[in-house]
């Protein structure tokens, strides 16, 4: 007898799994997604001979990648940058560094030598196209530990567990345990008959059992916390020495402290472990870019004044200290925060500037606190990782580089939005004696002793950036849309225009999407 299409793709199914089957389904035309094709950069062949010149305003991520790959098709790129460093957002503070604030904060960081902070963007996720570039530049990766079972969960309110330390395994033990023992009853008692077999009901509580370490039937399927997961109050040893768990936390004070609520981060698609992080700083990218482009192709300390459509390309005036100056090119590509760029006087069409301005500045803040002991890792035995909370202090970063060396420099908040604003306002030795007095609640007076050296960044209140990223009311709309085409001779890119906003990969892509339009363009004519 003949098989029916769904019969053939459930044995292909059964066979050789989902993988299998989806392509299958694609063979047989029922796909309803088509594989993203692979980027191709532009090459000097399909450019034949065609020099063209690209004017690029801003050399962040975006505008570096876009200058990168038009280089390798020939084409003449000139980057504007107003900072006196390449990078944008992708900044690392070592000592030295100085900076003056929109506040009128002036910050001169004393760390020392081979000691850093990532002000902006400190982790890469493996499947992001920035590790494909670290390949390809030549910047050096190591592990950046983005989970860490030691670190800690605290969170301040009125439960038997606020206000106390909790390591993230003793919270996942509990809240696993419980939720398993919870659910093992209730499918045990036939509370999901109608959704489940007596054979899925079997799998269910024998997976339930191992997830949650929790007793059998016989036993009420009771989660006792004596499987060594939540950790020890003595841990096992030599000789005789089994080791002795803690009673778990109760059910209601589990649910009712919240600790639950932090594990969801770690299935996040950006935030899953591998994370990788160049050696030496997040700044490796950008000036592996610059040496890769050409130094002499960058301007530093070039602020953007004017940008026009002519019949004949573009024409960008930009100030370097001295009277404006003006630069005239074939095209445009202008990777400024939208919210900045909007400012910029220009020809672009009303509706175009309105695009730019629709986009939404959100804040961030952090603080790089170096310490002359490494106090984490030889009282709390904590190496690298990320404790949360609901302090407004948020994220808390242990280094992931450095292990048993003297010193090291930990983020000692990384927050957003209000409490990034709150955190801004207050003067750099205010932020960082706030940041002490609310780390020291987690970690103990130990958290205000031995700091050698202090740097904070307020993104709002960073010159040339004036936010930590941007969001947008509605990607769907068509507003945000009208910055993804050309408009005349002049294109957008930056992580805003992408789907992986505040990330490099962001920028990435979006550079790539518009190097291809524009390179589609002039090599179609």
């Known amino acids: 007898m003949a098989q029916t299409r769904r019969q053939f793709l459930q044995q292909v199914g059964i066979t050789g799994g989902a ?117 390809e530049l030549g910047v050096a990766i190591e592990p950046f530990v983005n989970q860490n079972a030691d670190a800690y969960l605290y969170r301040e309110g009125t439960t038997a567990l606020s206000s106390k330390p909790i390591r993230h395994r003793t919270a996942k033990a509990d809240v696993y345990g419980y ?87 770690e299935f996040g698609w950006d935030q899953a472990m591998m994370m990788f992080q160049p050696v030496g700083g997040m700044d490796r990218i950008p000036y592996a870019f610059e040496q890769a482009i050409g130094r002499e192709k960058i301007q530093y300390g070039a602020q953007v004044l004017g940008l026009r459509n002519t019949t004949e390309g573009v024409t960008v005036t930009y100030s370097t200290g001295s009277r404006p100056r003006e630069l005239k090119a074939d095209y445009a590509i202008c990777t400024l925060p939208p919210h900045i760029a909007a400012t910029i006087p220009s020809n672009l069409p009303t509706d175009i500037v309105g695009a730019l301005q629709y986009a939404r500045p959100t804040n961030a803040g952090k603080i790089g606190i170096e310490y002359s002991r490494r106090w984490w890792e030889l009282d709390h035995r904590i190496y690298g990782g990320i404790t949360n909370s609901n302090l407004d202090l948020v994220n808390m970063w242990y280094p992931s580089t450095g292990f048993h060396s003297d010193r090291g420099t930990m983020i000692g908040y990384y927050n957003t939005g209000a409490n990034a604003t709150a955190y801004g306002a207050l003067t750099p030795a205010a932020r960082l004696e706030r940041a002490l007095a609310q780390g020291a609640k987690i970690h103990g007076d130990v958290y205000t002793k031995d700091v050698k050296a202090a740097f904070s960044v307020d993104w709002a209140g960073t010159e040339h950036s004036r936010a930590a ?56 004519r």
């Open 19 to 135: 993988g299998v089957m989806y392509s299958a389904m694609g063979a047989i035309g029922l796909a309803g997604v088509a594989e993203t094709p692979a980027y191709a950069a532009p090459t000097r062949m399909e450019l034949n001979g065609r020099g063209k010149h690209v004017v690029i305003l801003g050399a962040g991520i975006a505008g570096l990648t876009s200058a990168y790959e038009l280089g390798k098709a020939g084409y003449k790129v000139t980057l504007l940058e107003a900072r006196k460093r390449p990078g944008g957002r992708n900044w690392t503070v070592r000592g030295g560094t100085e900076e003056k604030d929109l506040h009128g904060n002036t910050q001169r960081a004393k760390f020392s030598s081979g000691q850093y902070m990532n002000a902006g963007p400190a982790r890469i996720p493996q499947h992001h196209v920035t590790l494909d570039y670290c390949r």
């Open 179 to 265: 939720v398993s023992e919870l659910l093992a009853k209730a499918t045990d008692q036939g509370a999901l008959d109608s959704a489940l077999t007596a054979t899925d009901k079997d799998a269910l509580i024998t997976f339930l059992r191992s997830f949650g370490s929790i007793g059998t039937k016989e036993e009420g399927f009771k989660y006792t916390g004596t499987s060594g997961r939540r950790g020890y109050e003595v841990e096992p040893g030599a000789g005789l020495e089994g080791g002795t768990t803690a009673a778990p936390y109760g059910l209601s004070d589990v649910l009712a402290s919240g600790v639950g609520n932090y594990f969801s981060f």
């Open 469 to 524: 990223w941007v969001g947008w009311t509605s990607q769907t709309d068509g507003v945000y849309a009208k910055l993804l085409d050309a408009t005349g001779n002049i294109y957008f890119a930056g992580d805003h225009l992408s789907h992986a906003i505040a990330w490099q990969h962001g920028a990435m892509v979006s550079a790539r999407a518009t190097v291809t339009a524009l390179h589609t363009r002039v090599t179609s």
